[in-house]
């Protein structure tokens, strides 16, 4: 369990630096996780957006608008979507990479933001 916690706190801290300090776009994020993060499980994924969004609604109320607070909680329902549908199709669904393949060849949405496209997290 600790190397579960270790990872989701990996990924969380990557999610964060991505967002609040390289200030990149909202919409990438989740395939960022992916790239970076191939191995990892897709619940996990959502859970550090979840915990993000936590985070941005809680203690970063100054520079987080309800907008991005609200694209993260989406973001986060949606890849929990998407792995249940995944796992309807009977398609393999253990880790982020399973995620960008069922992306790629059913679901372009979080693929089709680009790193440099789309709104950050406003300061």
Known sequence: MTENID??????????DYLFVER???LALPNHL????????PLDLTLCLA???DLAETELK???STGDVLALWRMAALIAVD??????MELPSLTAFDLRTYWAEHDHYFLAV???TGASIKS
Do not use: H, N, Y
């Open 7 to 16: 990872e989701i706190d990996s990924i969380t801290e990557a999610a964060a």
């Open 24 to 26: 990149r776009p909202i």
């Open 34 to 41: 992916a790239v970076k993060f191939p191995d990892c499980a």
């Open 51 to 53: 915990r993000l969004a």
């Open 62 to 64: 100054a520079t987080s």
């Open 83 to 88: 792995l249940l549908v995944m796992q309807t």
């Open 114 to 116: 680009g790193p440099d």
